[in-house]
């Protein structure tokens, strides 16, 4: 249970950036026969009731991907081709999120982190090419401009990850958060993305996400699978609430993981640099270089509240109790601890 305990104690690459970043765009016709509403998705998927599900919800701004959802205007057939047939190096770092679970965060955190606190290269370099997404279009591109050690970040569940992440000597931190308050910021980033589908309510955004109609899938599946994943002590899990409860300390932790431990010094700069309010204002994290055909910062920010439990402004009782018997349920058995929890 040690590195199991989140209270102690993973990013999806779904942002419009490839065009205005001037990036080429790989064909994603392709892909067209894994669009669901399409026949042949339907027959290709053995569980047709979940592949109905999707295909009322899945509209063409999707593809579908081993069974998930994934935004097309960043994800192509070729970029996760690419993904599940590259090959890690000893020293890379991969950091792993479900949605909306402090990716950005982390994107900010580790270069710092693994370069003594030198903030050039979050103060010059737009997140998505510092640690580019491990299964987004623009990896390819940015690949060979990486240093070493290389960090990415992914959504993707362990089992969609190429053997060489097993068979290398690469870390993986592994960052969770309460699901109800990702499902939160995740329902206000939909209506802020133009690349993504209307959320519609609350409620109907709920039932969504508690199925799996979501991006990347459901929250509870992402947990599982990483949780089962063969890394030793490779891995290290955290939370987004042990960050926002004490963000040196969580620093200080990833610092020994991933072997440079700094003076405290060095990790209360990173800690000031990093805390919400100093990275708002970071436009090389904080999606303000995104034009607003595709984000819109007047209906929703990026970088919108940073707090633990805002779902508490957003549930009902009734949602509350039926949201908790859904994830417990599916999380029965696996005996994990989270702080959110009590
Ligand atoms: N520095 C810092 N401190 C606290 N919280 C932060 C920070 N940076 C990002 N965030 C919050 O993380 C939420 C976005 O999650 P992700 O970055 O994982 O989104 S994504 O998956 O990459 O789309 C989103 O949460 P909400 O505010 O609840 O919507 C961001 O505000």
Redesign the pocket.
Known sequence: MTHFHFGNCF?????PYTQWAGAVIPSTDAMTHFHFGNCFALAYFPYTQWARNMATTCSDKYIIHRGLLLPKETHTEESLRFAAEFEFKNDDVLIV?????????????IPLLLNGGDLTPVTTIPNWDRVPWFEETRLALVLDKLKSPRVM?S?LPYNLMPSSLSSSKAKVIY?T?NPK??M???F??HKMANFLDDPGNFQEFMDKFLTGQV?FGKWTDHIKSWKHADLGDRILYTT?EA??EN?PGSLGEFSTFLGNDLSEKTLLGIADH???????KNCM??YSLVPKEFMDPSK????????SG?WKNHFSPEQDLKFSACISEEMKGENLCFPWCG
């Open positions: 990013a999806l690459a779904y942002f999120t479900y949605p909306k679970s402090g990716t950005t965060w982390m994107q900010e955190i970040v959504h960052v958060r308050d990702a939160v910021s995740s206000h980033f991006l987004y960050m926002v963000l990093c805390c919400f309010k100093n990275m708002s994290s904080n929703s920010q990026f970088l919108r509240k940073g707090i805002d």
